[in-house]
């Protein structure tokens, strides 16, 4: 007791030493789970919401990312103790390459969220401290489900949004919460509303349903017809609804549309000509809805991609262009006006996914094509190459260095 009254800063060191040993001098011990190819999908399917470090301990950004991730794991820990709640987990991608290729993780540290075993389109870019990513968590916990308390209130929907209401008998129904997990994935693309009970009663004439009420006050309706307690249709259906065919990349989405890992099929077009883009989504939908989930439509501002259409040796005044980036070349439909013509759009595509493109970038044009009329006349014409089905390009640089580049003309 006497030592402890003369030299009270020495204990105070030996005790604090000795909680750091036994982990007690933080409020909670950090429960970072390790990721392998054995428990990844149990670990994140039984999980509402993980979120997962993909890093490589070479990686000095990495390697600050470490306690600031366990930190946070410790605080949402405290705030959601449920364990299946909220996941915190990490893949070292050196000794786990697979996964990386998996989730297409090309850079290190990668934060990705996953709700119930899906992984997310947007990924963490947030400020990469303790109270940020607690914050974005905190965020990720509250309910995207609007529930309506009168009719009217469909009076004042916003119709300029996509909206996804639904009306249920009770909230304590499987019904509901097959649509509450849709409405959680799918949070950043559609509103969602719900109705219970007496309030929905004159909605619910054939039973619990739900609906969608596309942007536009003059569109219809759109009612979904499949099982409301199957997720995967339920979610199919929903997602079509929100997710538009024909999607616009800008600076800030282009990184982020680029991890989802599939070409880009773009329309470069003058902000003010929505005739163009009119038309474009009318035959990307007539030739091209089979193709969807192999290739990314999408529109851009002529203006906004000055600087990046010069690398495809176009300006502004050569819009409206149309144009495929594979992420190793860009190639460029030949005309524009050739868009209607059935089948040419599509074709264009399939010359993609076929390699053919490819080749005629890197070889000239295809010697198994013909132009009309060669075989009968032979001679010259026949000996002479057929124009390619692209415009040759010098190589592009990666969509990131397009952007970047783009921007800093901005």
């Excluded at 204990?11 to 428990?39: H, K």
């Excluded at 295809?366 to 390619?388: I, K, L, N």
Aim: glycine fraction near 4%.
């Amino acid at each position: 007791m006497k030592l402890l009254a003369i030299y009270p800063s020495l204990d105070i060191r030996f005790v604090t030493v000795v909680l750091l040993a036994m982990g007690l001098s933080t409020p909670g011990q950090a429960e970072i789970t390790s990721l392998d190819s054995a428990n990844i999908d149990d670990v994140l399917n039984n999980a509402a919401v993980s979120i997962v470090n993909f890093y490589a301990d070479w990686c000095r950004f990495s390697q600050m990312l470490h306690p600031i991730f366990e930190e946070s794991s410790n605080i949402v820990r405290e705030e959601f103790p449920e364990t299946k709640q909220v996941v915190f987990a990490r893949v070292d991608c050196d000794q786990h390459s697979d996964i990386a290729q998996r989730y297409r993780i090309t850079k290190y540290p990668t934060l990705k969220m996953f709700r119930n075993g899906m992984m997310m389109k947007r990924e963490y870019r947030g400020q990469r401290s303790v109270a940020a990513i607690a914050d974005f968590i905190r965020q990720q916990q509250v309910n995207p489900v609007k529930e309506l308390q009168s009719m009217e209130e469909m009076n004042t929907l916003d119709r300029s949004k996509r909206n996804i209401i639904a009306y249920f008998e009770s909230k304590d129904s499987e019904n509901y919460n097959t649509y509450a997990k849709v409405a959680n994935i799918l949070r950043d693309d559609c509103t969602f509303l719900s109705a219970f009970g007496a309030i929905s009663q004159a909605e619910r004439f054939s039973g619990d349903n739900i609906i969608f009420k596309p942007v536009g006050e003059s569109i219809a309706e759109m009612v979904y017809l499949g099982s409301l307690t199957n997720f995967d249709l339920t979610y199919a259906w929903a997602q079509d609804k929100c997710v538009p065919l024909v999607r616009e990349i800008t600076f800030e989405n282009g990184e982020e549309l680029t991890e989802e890992g599939i070409p880009f099929l773009i329309l470069f077009h003058v902000k003010e000509d929505t005739q163009s883009l009119e038309k474009f989504q009318h035959e990307v939908a007539r030739q091209l809805i089979s193709e969807k989930g192999s290739i990314n439509f999408l529109h851009a501002d002529c203006e906004k991609f000055r600087h990046p259409l010069l690398h495809i040796q176009k300006t502004p005044a050569d819009c409206p262009v149309i144009a495929i980036d594979s992420f190793r070349h860009m190639y460029v439909y030949p005309d524009y006006k050739d868009l209607n013509i059935p089948g040419k759009l599509r074709q264009f595509v399939l010359d993609l996914h076929s390699g053919k493109l490819h080749r005629e970038f890197h070889h000239g044009p295809d010697p198994t094509d013909s132009t009309p009329g060669q075989e009968e006349t032979g001679g010259e014409a026949a000996s002479s190459p057929p124009e390619s089905s692209f415009q040759k390009l010098a190589p592009s640089e990666t969509r990131y260095t397009i952007l970047n580049r783009g921007r800093d003309e901005l």
